[in-house]
């Protein structure tokens, strides 16, 4: 069963800095991994979706990579501003699947 | 499109009332999802169609839990009895089979069991 862990389970940074949230995954055989937004009380806002044969993926200032071999990824987050604090959530679509499996999620706080 | 739709957003019902959670999936999507999601366990996928048709139910925790997809624009999740534990948040998703999957999800709706 794919296993998909998210560290840091928290994080607080101050507005400006640039920040990685990591994600790890037991089976490399996914067919897509994606990186999602969601606010407190709010549904899931998708950020970033990576296929299987791409390193990476940018949207303004966020980039998320992923290394299938070593069953990682990464979103990076440059510049960071009070409006990102959220909680991030990865999850992989397997490849002989069709529903997502979800990481916990980093919950982030950005303060001014 | 309006994304998915989920109603309703908020409900509190008493233990061993029945409970009926509603989704509108996004037009032209063939697969749709349920999931539940709890502090403790994060996102737990509950069942999910494909055309209609239930393809994977192996996450419904108990018979209590029941799903519905009577035609493309329309799905529900039955609760009967509630109990407390099933307080959640019920999220709904739908996705096109492409290329360049990616899942699309609604507001969700807040379950409380008191």
């Known amino acids: 069963k794919q296993e998909v862990t998210q560290i840091p389970a928290a994080l607080s940074v101050p507005e400006g800095e640039n920040l990685v949230l990591n994600c790890s995954f037991t089976?490399?055989?996914?067919?897509?991994l994606q990186w999602f937004r969601q606010d407190p009380g709010k549904g899931l806002t998708s950020l970033l979706l990576?296929?299987?044969?791409?390193r990476e993926q940018t949207s303004g200032r966020l980039n998320a990579s992923l290394d299938k071999s070593s069953g990682r990824s990464t979103l990076y987050i440059a510049a960071s501003q009070p409006g990102d604090s959220a909680t991030y959530l990865c999850a992989v679509l397997p490849s002989e699947g069709y529903a997502l499996n979800f990481g916990k999620g980093t919950s982030l706080l950005v303060t001014p | 499109d309006a994304g998915v739709i989920q109603s309703p957003r908020h409900e509190v019902t008493e233990m061993g009332q029945e409970v009926t959670l509603r989704c509108k999936p996004i037009s032209g999507h063939d697969y749709l999802f349920w999931y539940r999601q709890t502090m403790m366990r994060g996102l737990e996928l509950l069942i999910y169609?494909?055309?209609?048709?239930?393809?994977?139910d192996s996450g419904m925790p108990e018979d209590r839990f029941s799903a519905k997809m009577p035609n493309a624009s329309f799905s529900t999740l039955k609760i009967q009895p509630s109990e407390p534990r099933d307080s959640a948040v019920y999220f709904c998703?739908?996705?096109?089979?492409?290329?360049?999957?990616?899942?699309?999800f609604g507001q969700g709706t807040r379950l409380t069991v008191v």
């Open positions: 089976d490399s055989a996914i067919y897509n």
């Open positions: 990576i296929q299987s044969s791409q």
């Open positions: 998703a739908s996705s096109r089979w492409t290329g360049n999957t990616e899942a699309f």
């Open positions: 169609f494909n055309n209609n048709v239930p393809i994977d």
